[in-house]
């Protein structure tokens, strides 16, 4: 993975990482997964959201709402105790951006097709999200591509073409912060989405990089 030089330039702070890990296997339930989300929902009861507000700034720079963004939304949903729960992989991603307030997102390796890099949207080329629905990444918006698509937006999160499924054995997890959240808070979640990964997953960790 590599980080378009542009980005540190433009926006100086932000940094990105990534960890791939292969042979794990998918599924909905997993022995000690549920009792570790218990835990991170129980210590969400005494967190300010007001702990987001370097990103609320982020995103106001690059001219984007921050109603969506999947960091604030899982935030939202842990103050009300409940955690957005879908499979082993992708509560890996919730639990390690939760604990470390970075915003972990998956894709499936094999779906990844040449380089992967972090850059800045050139305003054209669509995004189908997770949901379904589709949008335009603004220009200027950090987003992350391949060498044939994007892959995911900041401010909306993963798209659909690198889905986790059942069929996935290999992932590549991708964390970015905003200026003011230091690099040790990236290093902690690529960290705690590796042990997951491995814990809840079985999975082998590969390789672990920070961009900055």
């Known amino acids: ?21 292969t042979g ?8 000690g997964l549920e009792e570790r989300k218990r835990a991170v929902l129980e210590a969400w009861g005494s967190r300010d959201l007001r702990e987001l507000s370097p990103y609320s700034e982020f995103l106001r720079r690059m001219g984007l709402e921050e109603g969506a963004f999947p960091l604030r939304l899982w935030a939202e949903e842990a103050r009300r ?19 470390h307030l970075v915003p972990v ?23 189908t999200l997770q949901d379904g629905s589709r949008i335009t990444p603004r ?9 044939e ?4 937006s900041y401010g909306r999160g993963e798209g659909s073409g690198t889905r986790i499924g059942f069929e996935t054995s290999g992932v ?26 491995r814990r809840y997953c079985g999975g082998h960790v590969e390789k672990v990089e920070i961009l900055e």
Not at 110 to 115: D, H, P, S, Y
């Open 81 to 99: 105790g409940k955690f957005p729960a879908r499979n082993n992989v992708l509560d890996s991603c919730v639990l390690a951006s939760l604990e």
């Open 149 to 152: 698509k994007l892959l995911a």
């Open 1 to 21: 993975m590599r980080l378009d030089p542009r980005i540190t330039s433009l926006y100086p702070g932000f940094l990105a990482g990534s960890a791939v890990v």
């Open 172 to 197: 590549l997890f991708v964390a970015w912060n905003a200026p003011g959240i230091p690099r040790g808070r990236v290093e902690e979640a690529l960290r705690a989405v590796s042990t997951y990964a």
């Open 139 to 147: 220009q200027g918006e950090i987003v992350l591509r391949d060498g």
């Open 105 to 127: 997102g998956a894709h499936d390796l094999l779906k990844v097709r040449g380089e992967v890099e972090v850059t800045l949207s050139s305003g054209e080329g669509s995004l």
């Open 24 to 31: 794990l296997t998918v599924e909905t339930s997993v022995e």
